[in-house]
């Protein structure tokens, strides 16, 4: 049998064509219960509007690009993707991944070759710099570009980031405050095209050098090669220094939850021989009772992409750039340095 047309759906659930068409391609302007009859109506009879032919009427694609520097299976960018997906799906929208933007080569690649396929309505760019220049080339085809924390550009139309060197400094200072004084910063390298938690370096030095007037402090930024092994780069790093910290100050959780566990291999355990703080609350950060800084990459993907369908439509916003405070969560993992405090292992 032969697939309906659209004037099939349409006289079926007793609606008019540009019902049908609103349902598949503005699904936010009908009624919820219309949207579901003319669904079902489109299920039952075969039926899917040719996005090809809706992007050719209305100038639109009904796509939008995603672009990472590392792999989606990350917990940040896997939590940004499903906060932008919440917003974008039900408003008609597919997301086309581009992941290992890593290098200013492959980000020049995407920024010379999209605006000749023009094949998506907005760019969203998670935790790397953009180049100006490159992003001009999309603001002449009126494709919007969202950041989400992602370094400040005059090339971003819109952004949602954490104030990283704000939170890093806040859990530097929460660790001075505990009466630290001996204290380590692990991260990895700087990024080639600069990535927003490379910020985080920055807070950490801001809280050390202005507790320098009032305490004795002994800090130390420690960095590591980027990539897979950093977690073990970290650990190598620390347990070569001629006399170990009685804090640590890690970049991001997924160094942090390595080291408690690997340090106390070698007799360093937190609370009771040293503090550390992480940064995000990832997954298991509560469960090995991680001090951390919270971020939350799914409400900033949600804020993003409503930002984006705004530019889409053409709507001005009335707060184009949001900067999000990272919260302190404190757990089992930081102490105050002049008391003893018995170790209990975690459920």
């Known amino acids: 049998m032969a697939k309906a047309d659209i004037h099939a759906v349409a006289k079926a659930a007793g609606v008019s064509i540009s019902t049908v068409s609103r349902t598949f391609t503005r699904p936010e302007l009908v009624s919820a219960k219309t949207r579901a009859k003319v669904l079902e109506v489109a299920d039952r009879l075969d039926f899917n509007i040719s996005r090809s032919a809706t992007a050719l009427k209305s100038g639109q694609t009904y796509r939008v690009a995603l672009l990472m520097n590392e792999e989606i299976t990350s917990w940040f960018n896997t939590q940004t993707f499903a906060g932008i997906e919440s917003v974008m799906h039900p408003a008609g929208y597919d997301i086309s991944l581009f992941q290992h933007i890593d290098t200013p080569e492959t980000r020049h690649k995407f920024f010379t070759d999209l605006p000749i396929r023009r094949n998506v309505d907005a760019v969203f760019v998670a935790s790397f710099a953009i180049d100006p220049h490159e992003a001009e080339q999309l603001q002449r085809i009126h494709v919007p570009i969202v950041g989400i924390n992602t370094p400040p550009s005059d090339g971003l139309d819109a952004t949602v980031c954490i104030d990283d060197e704000k939170g890093m400094a806040t859990a530097t200072q929460y660790l001075i405050n505990l009466g630290h004084r001996r204290i380590v910063y692990t991260c990895s390298e700087a990024a080639a095209m600069g990535a927003s938690i490379d910020a985080r370096t920055q807070g950490f030095i801001?809280?050390?050098?202005?507790?320098?007037?009032?305490?004795?402090?002994?800090?130390?930024?420690?960095?590591?090669?980027?990539?897979?092994?950093?977690?073990?780069s970290a650990l190598a790093a620390l347990l070569t220094l001629d006399e170990f910290p009685d804090a640590i100050c890690c970049q991001m959780d997924m160094m942090a939850i390595p080291l408690v566990l690997k340090l106390g291999r070698y007799g360093h355990i937190t609370p009771r021989d040293y503090s550390i703080v992480g940064f995000d609350d990832s997954p298991y950060a509560d469960t090995i009772n991680l001090t951390t800084m919270r971020q939350n990459p799914y409400d900033m993907g949600r804020r993003a992409a409503l930002k984006a369908l705004k530019l889409i439509n053409g709507d001005a916003l009335d707060t184009p750039h949001e900067t999000v405070e990272a919260q302190l969560v404190p757990r089992g993992t930081a102490a105050p340095f002049d008391q003893e405090v018995p170790f209990t292992p975690a459920a």
């Open 206 to 232: 801001n809280a050390c050098r202005d507790a320098e007037s009032k305490h004795d402090i002994d800090w130390k930024v420690l960095p590591v090669a980027r990539g897979p092994e950093f977690a073990d």
